[in-house]
Structure formats: structure tokens, C-alpha cells
């Protein structure tokens, strides 16, 4: 009866959000992983309730013209802006901004899905949504932006506020758009208000941290599992040493992307005595064998950061090897962790085998759905540890919610102060997850945990506030 229900309302969200092929497969991860919550739900109709919660409260599109300026003059393109403010049972809708030639209904959906039981798991007021339009910031000059962040906050600021909406950034969208936009919101509204957006920069109004918060987060999370999990027998006598005070010593990672989560994580893993053996952009991958060295990081973070340039613009070295059109996941490289940090989708099934082929044992997501449906299933026959994005995540927004905070009281914690308060929600949400499982009899299945918990958050406040009465 519980699958039949189960197809029931999966087949009526498709007949609602026909060809929406991303979000149907975010909310199938979530609505078939919590088939164990639906057949003890005795007199709570979770079923029904996840029907409503997947049914985004509000779709807001609008025109966004934008001009580029090439050797012919100037052209005027026209694209369609996205704001999906999915569910506010928690608070005011927070998610970020996406800016890439990929975005979609269908994929801005699945983000502010995602988003919702993301936000509840870090135990902070906050709601979810997510936004953006098809653009590429690569190559386009810093005027050109500016002119699409502006033309794209003229058809957004209706539709956002500190205590309503709060965007942030995603992919093609750091501190310079968030500038730019909120420069822009500024001059429409004609007068500032520091808590419209978050991942500002500091001089006006930014966090200590958040550029760094998702990747550091994904690190403290991961940490957090290593902790609760006895994973020495994996390693080799001689790799062992101070694994009792640091267990990502001596590990070889795997990190996909190259953007501020990718770059970060790396970063803290590296502080951590990990070694991080590859990176990768659109154009390719770059790989080490033995771990890159803090130069050849500093030089990363130059190149994407600075001159905003491609991997295969490094300089190659003999243990730094360059890999044309290559995914990190179709390499079939060695490692103990896997950190995908690139988009939605990348890791299929034959990247999975070929982590599991590598002696992969955990994989924790630092970018939303890296991993298809059919590769998370076959992961968690192989591997020990699997954290789902929606946990691992998670601390990018909750650094942009304690933004928020500082934004309402006129207050600057250090970074002291936001990095320790970043640990504690990262170790929190490991905790709520872990928890939650044994609850069901399902030990360490993360995945089941972080949705089941994020899910029971958002149903309770849905109930508490009349919305599943008839």
C-alpha cells in the first residue's frame, strides 16, 4: 500500500511539473529514501504532507535584458529570471542565486527543494528558495555583469526582503554580483537595507567566513563522520600516526570542481593533513598523485579567483597531470574520500564503480545532487560513509543565516567567532542525522537521516500552524 501511495503522489507531481526532469529526480531521492518514515507514520499522514510540502508555494519569472559588447557593437539578449520561493513553514524563503547556461525551471526547482530540508537541518528560522537565469559570467567583461545584475535585481526586488525573501549566491554569482545587486536594490528602493542579501562583502555589511563556509563546513561535517567511524583498519600501519587527534591525516581526497566550495574544502582539508589530489573546471581535470602542494593551491586560487582562467591554464608539473574533457570521476584515481563540489549530476554510474574500484569509502557532497539516483544507490553498497548535500552542504547558508543575524542586530563577530559557531552546526546537523537513523533502525544511513529530519522539522511546523487540517 505505501509503495502504491508512494507512486501515487510521485506520478501526480509529474503530471503537475511535466518535463521537469531534475526536480522530479530531487524529490524522488527524497520521497522514495523515506519509505521507512511513511510505513510507521500511524496517525500522521506524512505522505500527504510531503505531496504539500513538494508543491513550491510560489514561481516567479520575469524578463531580464542584458547587453554584451563585441567586436560587431552591441547586442541585446533577453533571458527569463527565476525566483522559486518554495516553502516559508520555517521562516523567511533563503537560498542562493544561480547565474550558468544550465539553469532552468526545472533546475531552480530542484534547488529550492533541495533547500528546504537543507535549512531545516541547520536548526536556524529560515525557509527555502532559490533563483537565477541562464548566463555565463566567463568571458564577459566586468561591465557586462554588472549590467545583468542590475536588469535581473530590477525584476527580483518586488519580491524580496529581510523578513520575506533573502537571496544569496550559487554558481556564477559571488561578492562582486552580490554587490552589483544590492547596489541596485539600493537605487530602486531609495534606501539601504543590509539584510535583503547575503554573501556581501564585508565593507558593507558581509559575514567574516562566507566564502569559505560551505567548503569548511563540508570539511567539519566529514570530520565529524570520520570521528564517529572507526576507519583505521583501512589504512596502512605507516599512514596511521595522529589519526587519534585528526582523522583526516594522511587521507587521499578526491575534490571535484574548482569554484569557492572545491577550493575551501581543499584548503581545510590540506590544514587537516589530508591530500588533495585533483580539482576540475568545464574544460578538464587536474590531478596529483601525492596531494597538491600550498603553492599549487595559492596558484589555483589565483587563477580562478584573480584572472578567472581555466585549469588548463596551470602550469604542469611532473606529479601535476592534466586530463582534457576528463570528469575526476571517469579517472578511476585512488582515494579514501570523495568530495564532489562541481554540480548537480556528476558523479553517474560508472564514476561510482569507479570510485568504489579506487577504494573510495566515503563520499560526502559538496555541491547540490552531484550523484544520480542510481549512483547514491550504488554507493551505499560499497561505501562506508555517504553524506548526502543536503547535510554536507549546508554550511554556506547557515553561515548566510548568521549574516542575517549580525545584519539585524548591527553586529561583526569575528571569524573566530562565526567559525566556531560554523562547527556547531556542522557537528549539530551530523548528530540530527546520525541520530535519527539509529531511530529507524537504519545505521548510518545518512541519507535516510538528513531527509527524514529535515523533513519531520518542516511537517511539524506545517502541522503546528494548520496547514494539513481539512
Not at 533502525?441 to 494539513?468: C, H, I, S, T
Request: charge should be negative; glycine fraction near 12%; aromatic fraction near 10%.
Amino acid at each position: 500500500m505505501t509503495d502504491e501511495r508512494i507512486e501515487g503522489v510521485l506520478s501526480g507531481l509529474k503530471g503537475r511539473h511535466p518535463g521537469q526532469e531534475e526536480f522530479m529526480q530531487a524529490v524522488e531521492e527524497v520521497l522514495v529514501s523515506l519509505k521507512p518514515l511513511f510505513e510507521k507514520q500511524r496517525d500522521e499522514d506524512y505522505l500527504g504532507a510531503f505531496n504539500v510540502i513538494a508543491e513550491p508555494e510560489r514561481v516567479i519569472k520575469f524578463r531580464v535584458q542584458y547587453p554584451t559588447f563585441g567586436e560587431n557593437g552591441a547586442e541585446l539578449h533577453t533571458t527569463t529570471g527565476y525566483r522559486v520561493q518554495f516553502n516559508s513553514a520555517l521562516g523567511p524563503y533563503k537560498g542562493g542565486l544561480r547565474f550558468h547556461p544550465s539553469v532552468s525551471e526545472s533546475i531552480i526547482k530542484f534547488l529550492g527543494f533541495e533547500q528546504i530540508f537543507k535549512n531545516a537541518l541547520t536548526n536556524l528560522p529560515i525557509g527555502g528558495g532559490k533563483g537565477g537565469c541562464v548566463f555565463d559570467p566567463k568571458g564577459k567583461s566586468d561591465s557586462e555583469v554588472r549590467m545583468l545584475c542590475e536588469n535581473f535585481m530590477k525584476g527580483l526586488y518586488r519580491h524580496i526582503g529581510p523578513d520575506l525573501d533573502v537571496p544569496a549566491g550559487d554558481i556564477g554569482v559571488g561578492g562582486r554580483e552580490i554587490g552589483y545587486m544590492y547596489g541596485e536594490y539600493v537605487r530602486l528602493r531609495g534606501q539601504p537595507d543590509m539584510g535583503v542579501l547575503t554573501g556581501k562583502s564585508t565593507d558593507f555589511g558581509g559575514s567574516k567566513l562566507r566564502p569559505e563556509a560551505t567548503g569548511y563546513g563540508l570539511v567539519y561535517i566529514t570530520l565529524e563522520a570520520l570521528k564517529k567511524y572507526t576507519h583505521y583498519r583501512y589504512l596502512a600501519e605507516d599512514r596511521r600516526a595522529g589519526i587519534s587527534e585528526n582523522c583526516f591525516n594522511g587521507l587521499k581526497v578526491l575534490i571535484s570542481g574548482s569554484g569557492n566550495v572545491a577550493q575551501f574544502a581543499a584548503e581545510k582539508v590540506m590544514e587537516l593533513g589530508g591530500h588533495v589530489c585533483s580539482f576540475s573546471d568545464s574544460t578538464g581535470t587536474i590531478s596529483s598523485e601525492e596531494g597538491f602542494s600550498p603553492d599549487q593551491l595559492k596558484e589555483l586560487f589565483h587563477l580562478k579567483n584573480v584572472q578567472r582562467g581555466r585549469l588548463s591554464e596551470m602550469a604542469v608539473t611532473n606529479d601535476l597531470i592534466y586530463h582534457a574533457g576528463k570528469s575526476v570521476w571517469d579517472l578511476g584515481l585512488n582515494c579514501d574520500v570523495a568530495l564532489p563540489c562541481a554540480t548537480q549530476n556528476e558523479i553517474k554510474l560508472d564514476g561510482a564503480k569507479n570510485l568504489a574500484a579506487g577504494g573510495c569509502w566515503c563520499v560526502a557532497e559538496g555541491a547540490n545532487m552531484p550523484t544520480t539516483n542510481e549512483a547514491v544507490d550504488f554507493l551505499k553498497t560499497k561505501v562506508d560513509i555517504y553524506i548526502p548535500a543536503k547535510a554536507a552542504n549546508a554550511g554556506g547558508v547557515a553561515t548566510s543565516a548568521l549574516e542575517m543575524a549580525q545584519n539585524s542586530a548591527r553586529l561583526f563577530w569575528t571569524s573566530e567567532e562565526v567559525d566556531e559557531k560554523l562547527k556547531g552546526i556542522m557537528n549539530n546537523i551530523f548528530a540530527t542525522a546520525y541520530k535519527t537513523a539509529q531511530e529507524f533502525d537504519r545505521p548510518w544511513d545518512l541519507q535516510f537521516g538528513a531527509n527524514a529530519a529535515g523533513f519531520l522539522k518542516v511537517y511539524k511546523a506545517y502541522k503546528a500552524m494548520g496547514y494539513l487540517k481539512f
